[in-house]
């Protein structure tokens, strides 16, 4: 039995280029309960990263006991990854939910009965539309919730509010994913699968610490690795990641210099005659104006920029640039940096630059952060329209008019819609008095903390919270509701390969909670929403109801799920969209025809301009834009708005751990994870901390322009200059405020967003840092991830030879065990999740 804490990624399980991954069950039970004892398996898939691992719920009791991969899902082929296994159901099976109402009296949250609590919201809500319209609502969500929840908030929001204030916290990790998908293509939705991982001849990961951040995905890269004819691996990251350590080329690049390295990718694979010209004259537009921009880039320049090789550069083009099939994958290391749009389509370029599109191996995954973004996305509650249809439209507008029988004046597009970071300006200005957070923790994922605790305090602000625990958020609320979680509902959810899975619920929810899709299905009857003809605006009793409403809206778009049922959802295997008449068991792998939703009628966008934000609007891109061709879009570089001075000398930039999910409200709830990752703290680089006499394990304060942290310092093996801190550690496990030593990586960081995607600017700002203390040990960072200490002694594989799985498995072993207290032990021996092949 492997210690899957320890061992994040589990055994290794060896195959061949164009093979079958094989298929390897993860399992984790209650301590006492075999499984014999389980009355019920319940069919389900995870919801602690955007993986999408098929799983099944054990259920004994009617109390959820354990859980299981599914070894038929073409997703995960029976794997769990540690959050999985030891945060799923005992993330939402603990004794701090939230049960029953709260409402503020007298500067108190208590608790009271639905009907109060409900009564309270619609009294404000009626009062606010009478005296000051719709732009008086705002809702922020999450990415989260299950798809039919997404679309009854988005009816509500746009066709029964009509309020254009309507964002998920997707704006902080993945926005960039759809807003480059669309800038090339013209929709969102992936072009790749995961199972290029199995047929390509090099990867890369672009700000994708994969390895932490979808661990089962980078167990199947591991596999790869271990078999016989290993593919070329490429890593962008400044980190020092199980990434890098496995790759052939790592490029350290400065944070915020990414669009520096893509240009001069691209120069190095037109400049090398690496192009497929009669694919890129039959299937795109834009050659000549990315020649031009990217023709300054070369090799060195791009070097100097990103102080890297120019020698690795001109190698990692070269990879890209002769293997016969490549599969890249992008995530927050673009996304949340500066020019996250500009730099992530230059990802797209690249393949079709080479035609490297719609055939196994040949793949562009623009990740997603969180399980259900997706969703949020296609149902339009983050602020764009449902199905994939555009703003700027007007005849998206009447088909969803028409769908809902409303007036399509009430709809909201006569601007684009307001996006997470002016929803909260807006409530900082007074403008937006009602705002509804649903799932999700702004006062710990937001930028600039002590800005959005101060607009989350203010007075007149009414504020309403669904959620499983008292977050930190949720203790600002005026009225805060307990939802249903995972396990405790049913519905769809869909994850960063377009494959939909159906949760069913395995127990009820504790005490009074309700799902948030009936929490606003209540809203909406309260509220009175109706059509034109006089009928209730969602008319839906339950999930499967609204289901059956989603696959009209999405019917004859990029998302289509109308060949999609609940019973088809059952029992087998997820379900890729587009699944229709064309397309009956869905359909792995986009675009293989080289056509592309760009049509002015059919697309989702029509552009904008990369440095501005401009939108391109309709008249000059059906000028600009054949139908059916992709766009290459391009960019020159600018260096970040706020850069390293005197005063404040290092670069800083956030991100996760294994061992957590966004703010800790389940993982930090799961005894061996928490255990493993207890606390936060602060990662430099070993020259940085020898000049400012900083050891392993000291108390550190690191300030920028908006706040400070003080924290334990990981001396770790990050590029010099720069500085990294996990953004998961906020203060709900410390009386809900910062205190004497404030932990949130968000203190520091800056009020500032991608032009074009509007995702917030979480990888680069300027700090100092300070020894406040001497170590009293070791710092509470994982020793078995990027956070290692410096010189850890691991090996690399070999990067022209392919491995064993012995020899894999003993790369891992070569590390240092993990720094935990003496009793984890036992819980791990207890509680690993065991592995076995069918």
């Known amino acids: 039995m492997v ?22 069950v993860d399992q984790s039970l209650s301590e006492g309960v075999t499984e014999s004892d389980v009355d019920r398996w319940v069919q389900s898939a995870c919801v602690l990263c955007s993986n999408g691992c098929a799983c099944d719920i054990a259920v004994k009791g009617g109390a959820m006991v354990g859980i299981r991969g599914r070894a038929g899902d073409l997703v995960n082929h029976g794997r769990l990854g540690p959050k999985g296994l030891f945060a799923s159901w005992q993330g939402v099976s603990h004794r701090d939910r939230l049960q029953r109402p709260l409402i503020r009296e007298d500067g108190r949250l208590v608790e009271c009965d639905w009907d109060t609590a409900m009564n309270r919201i619609t009294e404000r809500s009626r009062q606010l539309l009478q005296e000051r319209g719709p732009l008086s609502h705002g809702f922020y969500t999450s990415g989260q919730l299950f798809l039919e929840e997404y679309y009854a908030l988005a009816v509500l929001g746009k066709a029964g509010i009509g309020t254009p204030h309507m964002d998920g916290n997707t704006r ?12 090339t293509f013209g929709a969102d939705g992936q072009p790749g699968t995961y199972a290029d991982i199995d047929s390509c001849d090099a990867m890369f990961l672009y700000g994708h610490n994969m390895a932490e951040t979808q ?31 496995h790759s052939d080329v790592h490029l350290a690049v400065r944070p915020g210099t990414n669009l520096a390295l893509m240009n001069a990718l691209v120069h190095e694979v037109l400049a090398n005659g690496w192009l497929d010209a009669e694919y890129v004259n039959e299937h795109t537009v834009g050659l000549e104006e990315l020649k031009a921009t990217v023709e300054p880039w070369t090799a060195e320049a791009a070097a100097a920029v990103c102080d890297v090789s120019a020698a690795d550069i001109r190698e990692a083009a070269r990879i890209f640039g002769t293997s016969s099939r490549v599969l890249s994958t992008v995530l927050q290391g673009f996304y949340q940096s500066a020019q996250a749009t500009a730099a992530s389509c230059q990802v797209n370029n690249l393949h079709l630059l080479r035609g490297l599109l719609g055939r196994p191996g040949c793949g562009i995954l623009q990740m997603n952060g969180q399980p259900t973004a997706q969703n949020n996305r296609e149902c339009g509650a983050d602020g764009d329209l449902p199905g994939f249809r555009n703003w700027e439209n007007p005849d998206h507008i009447q088909e969803l008019a028409d769908l809902w029988d409303v007036d399509p004046l009430t709809i909201p597009h006569w601007a684009p819609p307001t996006h997470a970071m002016q929803i909260f300006r807006y409530a900082e200005q007074g403008s937006i008095e009602f705002l509804w957070i649903s799932a999700t923790n702004p006062a710990v994922s937001m930028p600039d903390l002590p800005r959005i605790r101060n607009i989350l305090a203010k007075p007149d602000l009414f504020l309403v919270v669904q959620d499983l625990y008292l977050t930190e958020t949720a203790q600002a609320a005026d009225v805060v509701l307990p939802a249903a979680g995972w396990g405790e509902k049913t519905g769809t959810f869909t994850n960063v390969n377009r494959t939909v899975h159906l949760s069913d619920k395995a127990v009820e929810p504790p005490g009074e909670a309700r799902s948030d899709l009936e929490i606003f299905l209540d809203y909406a009857r309260r509220m009175e929403f109706t059509t034109l003809q006089g009928d209730p605006l969602l008319p839906w009793t339950g999930p499967e109801d609204a289901f059956q409403a989603w696959k009209e809206c999405s019917r004859g778009r990029p998302c289509d799920y109308s060949g999609m049922s609940y019973d088809r959802l059952r029992g087998g295997s997820g379900i890729p969209w587009p699944c229709n008449d064309e397309n009956p068991d869905g ?3 986009l675009y293989a025809d080289g056509v592309f939703p760009t049509d002015p009628n059919y697309c989702e966008s029509y552009g904008h301009d990369l440095l501005t934000g401009a939108t391109v609007g309709a008249e000059s891109f059906r000028a600009s834009v054949p139908r059916g061709r992709a766009i290459l879009k391009a ?11 005197g005063e404040y000398p290092l670069r800083y930039t956030t991100g996760r751990t294994a061992y957590h999910f966004h703010t800790r409200t389940k993982t930090g709830r799961s005894r061996p994870l928490t255990q493993a990752a207890p606390s936060a703290w602060v990662e430099i680089g070993p020259d940085d901390a020898g000049r400012l006499g900083i050891r392993e394990g000291d108390l550190v304060r690191v300030t920028s322009r908006r706040g400070r ?6 001396v770790s093996d990050i590029r010099n200059g720069t500085v990294f801190a996990p953004f998961h550690y906020g203060y709900w ?7 004497e030593h404030p932990t949130a990586a968000n203190e520091l960081t800056i009020t500032e967003w991608d032009p074009v995607s509007k995702q917030p600017v979480f990888k680069n700002a300027a700090v100092k840092v300070e020894k406040i203390a001497d170590a009293a040990g070791p710092a509470p960072a994982p020793t078995t991830t990027a956070s290692r200490p410096a010189a850890a002694g691991m090996k690399r594989v070999p990067p022209t030879t392919g491995g064993s799985g012995a020899e894999a498995t003993e790369l891992f072993n070569a590390a240092p065990p993990p720094r935990f207290p003496e009793s984890i032990n036992s819980v791990a021996i207890n509680r690993s999740g065991q592995e076995s092949r069918p």
Request: charged fraction near 35%; glycine fraction near 6%.
């Open 587 to 589: 359909r792995e792998r």
């Open 733 to 739: 496990d410390a009386d809900g405020a910062p205190g």
């Open 709 to 714: 942290i003080e924290v334990p310092a990981r």
């Open 635 to 645: 960019a020159d570089y600018h260096p970040p708005h706020e850069e390293p001075d």
């Open 3 to 24: 210690d899957r804490i320890a061992g994040i990624w589990g055994t290794r399980t060896p195959y061949a280029k164009d093979g079958l991954w094989p298929v390897r």
């Open 172 to 183: 902080l990790c993945t926005a960039t994913a759809a807003a480059a998908l669309k800038e």
């Open 215 to 245: 661990t089962v995905l980078w167990s199947r890269v591991l596999d790869r690795i271990a078999g016989p004819d290993r593919p070329k691996i490429v890593c962008i990251d400044p980190r020092d990641t199980e990434v890098a350590r």
